[in-house]
């Protein structure tokens, strides 16, 4: 479980960022950063900075800006336009507005499992035929044989049941 710095300005939205991490995550929820920005980050394995919605509301701060910069915690940065200016380091994803889902999440998770190693691929032996995966082709789905199964009743069965007679 992660700890998680959350500075977004409207409640709303800090309800369902949080309500989107909380099981496996805990969070922490800030409307803005002050004086003691860099004191909020201690102890923090991720930070999520709503940067969009802050210099909305004009509590974007050079001050922000500079102890997330400094700062070594990964951070995850949400801004609308890609015209904008974020701080420039490493362990920083930049996810646009509107946000989705998917994009987020990857870039949790990104930031979250630190370096992946790099995994090597396994190369094909020469004997080996390749795959058409393997080529870069889409493989074409097999066929699904669908068999209906019928269970016809026993002959004892069908005698022993008795006859409508009109």
């Known amino acids: 479980m992660g700890k998680i ?16 991490l909380f099981p496996g995550h805990d969070v922490r929820v800030e ?14 394995d991720l930070v999520i900075v709503d940067a969009a ?13 500079r102890a997330i910069q400094s700062s070594p915690i990964p951070t995850l940065w949400i801004d609308e336009n890609e015209s904008a200016d974020p701080p420039k380091r490493d362990k920083l994803v930049v996810v646009m507005t509107p ?5 987020f999440q990857s870039a949790l998770a990104d930031l979250l499992s630190g370096p992946s190693p790099r ?9 080996e035929p ?5 080529k870069g082709e889409k493989a074409e789905p097999e066929p699904i044989e669908l068999v209906e199964i019928v269970e016809e ?3 004892a069965e069908k005698s022993e049941t008795p006859k409508k007679s009109k």
């Open 5 to 20: 710095l959350l500075i977004e300005p409207h409640r709303v939205l800090q309800q369902a960022i949080a309500l989107a």
């Open 31 to 44: 409307d803005g950063a002050g004086a003691s920005t860099a004191a909020v980050f201690d102890g923090m």
């Open 53 to 65: 919605a802050l210099r909305e509301s004009s509590r974007l701060s050079l001050e922000l800006t």
């Open 99 to 103: 946000i989705e889902n998917v994009a």
């Open 119 to 127: 995994q090597e691929r396994k190369k094909a032996a020469p004997g």
């Open 130 to 134: 390749k795959t058409q995966a393997a």
């Open 153 to 155: 009743e026993s002959s």
